[in-house]
């Protein structure tokens, strides 16, 4: 039997508010300039008959499909958000990772992957009413076997 939401039921403005910061800021803090130029180290390098592993991006450590996936690094536009402002955040795996999410609380968003190893996302601060907090996001590198490796960042975010 399904059970249907009560009509009278009020959920508080603020629970929503905070809902939509987390579901925001999970992608937020994943974030980076959305291109990788090699001018900046961050193209492909070596030949096309190179191995594998020298073809990944700079600072993309190899690894196997069997070996273990890591969460090499996190970089974030900014650890102190503000309401409306964009984030930008790059987070290097190692080259085995297939998928990276972010989470916060309940709230979870995948993280788009620009080439092996490297994941990158852009978010704007939802505008909601709650005083200065601090979240804590949840990363999570997924490798094509299941394989799981976590990391967390806190970022303060300032609503006024």
């Not at 403005?13 to 980076?32: D, E, H, K, W």
């Not at 993309?60 to 070996?67: E, N, Q, S």
């Not at 968003?109 to 080439?115: D, I, K, S, T």
């Not at 190893?117 to 979240?135: A, D, S, W, Y």
């Amino acid at each position: 039997m399904m059970m249907k939401r009560p009509t009278g039921c009020r959920c508080s403005r603020a629970r929503r508010s905070f809902a939509a910061a987390g579901l925001v800021l999970a992608g937020l803090m994943l974030a980076a300039p959305p291109s990788i130029d090699a001018a900046q180290g961050g193209g492909v390098q070596a030949h096309d008959n190179a191995p594998a592993w020298q073809k990944l991006p700079a600072g993309v450590p190899y690894a196997a499909p069997t070996d273990p996936v890591r969460i090499v690094s996190v970089v974030l536009s900014s650890y102190d958000v503000h309401a409306g402002d964009p984030v930008f955040a790059r987070v290097v795996t190692t080259s085995n990772a297939a998928a990276l999410t972010a989470q916060v609380g309940t709230y979870r968003v995948h993280v788009p992957r620009v080439a092996p190893g490297i994941f990158e996302t852009t978010l704007n601060v939802p505008r909601v009413v709650v005083p200065h907090h601090k979240v804590v996001i949840l990363l999570t590198a997924i490798g094509a076997d299941g394989a799981t490796s976590h990391r967390t960042v806190s970022v303060n975010v300032y609503y006024f």
